[in-house]
């Protein structure tokens, strides 16, 4: 029974302290009919354009603009070589010289017989408008003539053959055959020399996915090489890769002109710096302003003394600092520092 008094007791005492609580919070809201406004004490910074140079620099392998290997398409011995490595040929200039004397015979009996047969189809054409020749004679001299301009033309690039030229203008990086050196024609064509051309060169490089969005085709770039210290070479963004390798790197292609006053050679290396990236005037804020996810960043706004929550575009960040690409406008207040207890629409006091 005392138990029972005593747990009543506490009951009644709880009510009574609850009940005043409640009294005097309905007298302080009858003292202000619009109750009384909590202010957050928070700092804040202006929002800014500042400009960002955003420094990509990659290191990668010169490569010359065409290279080329240069294979024998007949089977003889060398009799000729024209061309040493180091030396400059055009298109078109003869390397190295196969023995063509049977080719050569070959040609020209070749040539007889076209001439012979293309002289019987005519006459076989005049015949055949006297009537004098059946349409068979006609048709038998019409396909001799063609026989003999086909084995003619087979003769004559075999013929042709014998001179082994380069199909491009270019330096001689290589050669593999000598003076009576025999070389062979397909299936297994003997690998004659190989030429390279330097006139314009190229450097392939693999850029981060992050980056690679960044440029685009025909962008600048500026070329630095250990080889020439202080010079600084042109060159632009010749083709970027729509696929990842297996690093989830984007190949892309960088080509610029040979100097001929610094030249450079297939093999060095050079250092690719991405100039298109530099000197950008951008909207950026404090990192530590941001609130919310990382797929939806938010910060609060200060209009008048009011905190407004704000969705935005967030790129890339330098340091300390992060890009706005939407969602803010230059000269607005931003929380930097006590958002925490924030919420959408209370006021708050800017402490200096």
């Keep these: 029974m005392k138990k029972w008094k005593l747990a009543a007791g506490t009951v009644f005492v709880l009510a009574v302290i609850v009940a005043l609580l409640f009294y005097n919070k309905h007298r302080m809201a009858l003292a202000t009919p619009k109750g009384i406004q909590d202010v957050y004490y928070v700092s804040a910074e202006t929002a800014q354009q500042k400009t960002l140079s955003e420094a990509l620099s990659i290191v990668g392998v010169i490569n010359a603009n065409n290279d080329v290997n240069i294979i024998s398409e007949t089977q003889g011995k060398v009799t000729r070589v024209l061309a040493n490595v180091g030396d400059y040929k ?31 189809y005519a006459r076989f054409q005049d015949l055949y408008k006297q009537k004098s020749a059946t349409d068979a004679q006609l048709d038998q001299a019409k396909l001799g003539a063609a026989v003999a301009e086909a084995q003619y033309i087979a003769a004559k690039r075999q013929y042709e053959d014998t001179k082994i030229k380069t199909p491009i203008s270019g330096v001689i990086t290589a050669r593999y055959v000598d003076v009576g050196s025999m070389v062979m024609g397909a299936p297994q064509a003997t690998l004659v ?48 890769s729509s696929k990842a390798d297996d690093a989830h790197t984007y190949p892309v292609e960088v080509s610029f002109m040979n100097d001929r006053a610094n030249p450079f050679k297939a093999g060095m290396f050079a250092r690719v710096n991405f100039i298109s990236l530099a000197d950008r005037n951008s909207i950026v804020i404090p990192r530590e302003s941001l609130v919310g996810s990382v797929k939806k960043p938010q910060v609060y706004v200060v209009e008048k003394g009011i905190v407004k929550l704000r969705d935005l575009v967030v790129g890339s960040e330098w340091g300390t600092d992060v890009q706005i690409l939407q969602g803010l406008m230059e000269g607005e207040t931003i929380v930097v520092s006590g958002q925490n207890n924030l919420v959408d629409g209370v006021r708050v006091e800017i402490v200096k």
Excluded: H
Aim: charged share 30%.
């Design 193 to 240: 020399a190989n030429v390279v051309d330097i006139s314009k060169l190229k450097v392939k490089l693999n850029v981060a996915e992050s980056d690679v969005f960044k440029l685009k085709t025909g962008d600048p770039v500026s070329l630095t090489t250990d080889v020439y210290p202080g010079k600084t070479f042109k060159g632009r963004i010749e083709t970027i």
């Design 90 to 120: 055009p298109a078109g200039s003869v390397i190295v010289e196969v023995d063509d004397e049977l080719k050569k015979a070959a040609l020209m009996s070749a040539e007889a017989n076209l001439e012979k047969a293309q002289k019987d």
